[in-house]
């Protein structure tokens, strides 16, 4: 299936949003696409793409044209400085240090950069991001800084066939996010879901969902 055929799909699934009214924001995740097939995404429709490395992103963003371009791989605090201002939303905010550093740099420019806290929700060793039980406090730290504004969640599901396990962890995150909401954070946006396990997230109450293979197919250089 080509791109096109696939986010006609796509659209038509998140078309009437999730379960609680909420629209979903699909966001294409590129690494290794090439720039003509990015683009022949975004002509197609595809709003917001999503790019993991910070040296492919400043290859890329120069020549992409009709979206927005969101950071949502691992961020190193040395290498902030080359995304503010050029990107519309920072998934991948793990640590204190990353946000202060977002911050400083944007304060640099005088813009205020939108960003999300991950939080690592399957307690995996090899992930990073804050805990579940420090969610509230690391909004409350990142909200608290200048330069930055922190509008929702991220968390990436442990890979697992175990679909139950999967909504659980969904669950908690929701919860999470509803929390937050509640305590007057001003988040909306609840990043959950990718290629092989958004379908699940969604009918758990994500909002944003981030596919690479899903649209753009098997990589043909993963690095």
Do not use: W
């Not at 950071?71 to 605090?77: A, D, K, R, V």
């Not at 730290?141 to 969904?170: F, H, Q, T, W």
Request: glycine share 8%.
């Amino acid at each position: 299936m080509n791109p096109e055929e696939a986010l006609k799909n796509i659209f038509e699934e998140i078309k009437n949003g999730n379960h609680l009214g909420e629209p979903i924001t699909l966001v294409g995740a590129t690494k290794t696409v090439d720039l003509l097939t990015i683009q022949r995404a975004i002509d197609c429709g595809l709003k917001a793409v999503g790019e993991n490395r910070v040296q492919e992103f400043r290859e890329k963003a120069p020549f992409l044209h009709g979206a927005e371009i969101h950071f949502i791989g691992h961020l190193q605090t040395n290498k902030v400085k080359y995304l503010i201002g050029n990107v519309s939303l920072i998934h991948s905010v793990d640590s204190l240090p990353l946000a202060e550093e977002i911050s400083e740099q944007s304060e640099k420019k005088g813009l205020v950069t939108d960003v999300l806290a991950e939080i690592n929700i399957g307690k995996e060793p090899t992930k990073s991001g804050f805990s579940a039980e420090q969610a509230e406090d690391a909004m409350d730290k990142i909200s608290s800084l200048p330069g930055i504004r922190a509008v929702g969640l991220m968390a990436m599901l442990p890979k697992s066939e175990n679909s139950r396990y999967l909504s659980d962890l969904c669950l908690q995150m929701r919860a999470i996010y509803d929390t937050i909401k509640k305590e007057g954070f001003p988040v909306r946006y609840l990043s959950m879901g990718m290629s092989e396990d958004y379908r699940i997230a969604i009918r758990n109450g994500s909002n944003m969902i981030r596919l690479g293979r899903a649209i753009f197919g098997e990589r043909s250089n993963p690095r």
